[in-house]
């Protein structure tokens, strides 16, 4: 049936999005057909223990991946969500994804939940970093680099992707400023997630609580679904396409 909701009915509008919002921009998803972590051991690629014992191996995987990323492009869906920005009063995202697409299609109000594989920072002086363009060659921190050269206790450390792995913290600000925009929703659209992993999976709540109408688009049932008030059971470029439809074209 088709959904009677369309984003022009609303001012204050948080998209939710999971790995697939950038499906069908060919970003393999976690889980699922071609889920990434089919294909690598996350535990030896993607934590901090892992990069403390073996560096040059996480970087490897990170690499990997953001040359995965780099090729693809964002897609209708991503555009759509960026022109809902440029023409409707309040647009938010808020994501989980890695990737940098919803920001590449022009998206500038977008919560990094688990951070970017586009930046790069040291934990032990605090440098960072973000790169869009080449794999990342020389592993260590110039800064720390720098010292070294000058003191004889300085050792130089890695530079540490800025994304949160598996056991790290989600940054306090992030959760803050995404639950301020949940919140104050009155439109939450979830797009692509499998709605599993926590504390990101509970965050539709915030936007439920405060009364938001909530859209889920994902071609699955997830265990959230309850949750919503639609679910959409297509892909994130068609339901987009007709939530979106009436929107005006933006500049
Ligand atoms: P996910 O891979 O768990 O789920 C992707 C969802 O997208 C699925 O529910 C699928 O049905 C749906 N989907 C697939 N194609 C779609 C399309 N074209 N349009 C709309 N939906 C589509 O990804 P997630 O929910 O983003 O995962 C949450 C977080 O989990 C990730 O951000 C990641 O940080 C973290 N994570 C999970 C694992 C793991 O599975 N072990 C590993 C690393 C990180
Ligand atoms: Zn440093």
């Known amino acids: 049936m088709p959904s009677p909701i369309r984003v022009t009915d609303f001012s204050r509008i948080v998209f939710f999005t999971g790995a697939g919002m950038s499906a069908e921009s060919g970003v393999p998803t976690y889980r699922g057909k071609g889920g990434i972590w089919k294909e690598y051991d ?4 993607a934590c901090q223990e892992a990069f403390e014992r073996d560096p040059d191996h996480v970087w490897e995987f990170h690499n990997y991946r953001r040359g995965l990323v780099r090729k693809c492009e964002p897609n209708e869906g991503h555009r759509l969500i960026a022109r809902c ?8 995202v808020v994501t989980q994804n ?12 977008v919560h990094e939940l688990h951070g970017s594989l586009w930046k790069l920072r040291c934990d032990r002086c605090g440098w960072r970093d973000e790169d869009f363009s080449a794999p990342v060659d020389d592993l260590l921190c110039p800064a720390c ?17 800025g994304i949160v792995w598996f056991g790290d913290s989600l940054s306090g600000s992030v959760v803050q400023a ?5 919140d104050a929703s009155d439109l939450m659209i979830s797009i692509g997630t499998s709605a599993v992993v926590f504390p990101a999976a509970q965050l539709p709540v915030v936007a439920k609580r405060a009364g938001a109408t909530l859209v889920e688009i994902n071609p699955e049932d997830t265990p959230m679904s309850e949750l919503y008030d639609h679910c959409m059971r297509s892909t994130a470029t068609e339901a987009l396409t007709e939530l979106c439809q009436g929107l005006p074209s933006g500049s």
């Open 145 to 161: 680099k720098a010292l070294a050269a000058t003191t004889p206790r300085g050792t130089p450390v890695y530079k540490r992707p």
């Open 98 to 109: 890695i990737d940098g697409l919803h920001q590449r299609a022009g998206s500038k109000r």
């Open 178 to 182: 995404s639950c301020q925009a949940l």
């Open 85 to 92: 920005e440029q023409v409707l009063p309040s647009v938010t």
């Open 42 to 45: 996350f535990e030896s690629c």
